[in-house]
């Protein structure tokens, strides 16, 4: 199993870094190989709204060092992202990612039965540090990005939103996120099945 792991936090020794260091470390005690990166030190573009991935191209035109991060997400089996919340969203850095995901669809991806460029069977885990200790608030992004990875292909989805981490190392001294964390990565790979709620 292919696992590739994205952290969208500036910090690389934060709070959602001590998360995805938790997924992945699970990840690759499973055997898994795994790639990790950190989208803070990649010079890329955010999406230029060309459309040439709707017309003229399979692949996003950019060429920058996001091209080879979109290629990986069409080989992974499982993709892990990473990321504090700012202002009640993800960060800059990961979502000009998932802007780029974009073309990942499919020409008819709005009306078509064909939405994605991906092959099926893919997980998604994304894994957010959120500073704000009341856990109701903040409680609609996963929802909300939930039905862009669905659009995406992704219908294995395994979150974790880690609350009350606000400077860097909190989610360290927090073993229950890290634990919830690799508790994600286990039942990405199909290690664990998530209890029935
Ligand atoms: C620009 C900025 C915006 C933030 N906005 C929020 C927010 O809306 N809600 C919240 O709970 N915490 C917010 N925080 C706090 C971070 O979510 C928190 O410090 C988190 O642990 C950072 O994760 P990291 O260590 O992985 O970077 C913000 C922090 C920064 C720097």
């Known amino acids: 199993m292919k696992v590739l792991c994205l952290l969208g936090s500036p910090r690389p ?14 990840a690759q005690a499973l055997g898994a190989e795994v790639a990790r990166h950190s989208l803070n030190d990649l010079d890329f573009k955010p999406c230029q709204a060309c459309f040439a991935c709707k017309t003229t191209s399979e692949v996003c035109v950019l060429k920058d060092e996001l091209t080879p991060i979109l290629a990986a997400v069409r ?81 294995s989805q395994f ?20 634990e919830a964390a690799a508790q994600a990565a286990r039942q990405a790979l199909g290690a664990e099945t998530p209890a029935l709620t």
Do not use: M
């Open 159 to 178: 979150p974790v939103r880690a609350v009350g981490v606000y400077a860097p190392g909190e989610a360290l001294g927090t073993p229950h996120w890290l």
């Open 13 to 26: 020794r934060g709070n959602s870094a001590a998360l995805l260091s938790a997924y992945a470390d699970q």
């Open 75 to 155: 080989d992974c089996d499982v993709l892990a992202l990473a990321s504090p919340v700012y202002f009640g969203d993800l960060s800059a850095q990961l979502k000009a990612f998932v802007d780029r995901s974009f073309s990942l669809l499919t020409p008819d991806y709005a009306r078509g039965e064909k939405k994605t460029r991906l092959a099926p069977g893919k997980a998604i885990s994304l894994l957010l540090a959120q500073g704000h200790p009341n856990a109701e608030r903040f409680t609609d992004i996963i929802p909300r990005y939930a039905y862009f990875f669905r659009l995406l292909g992704f219908t």
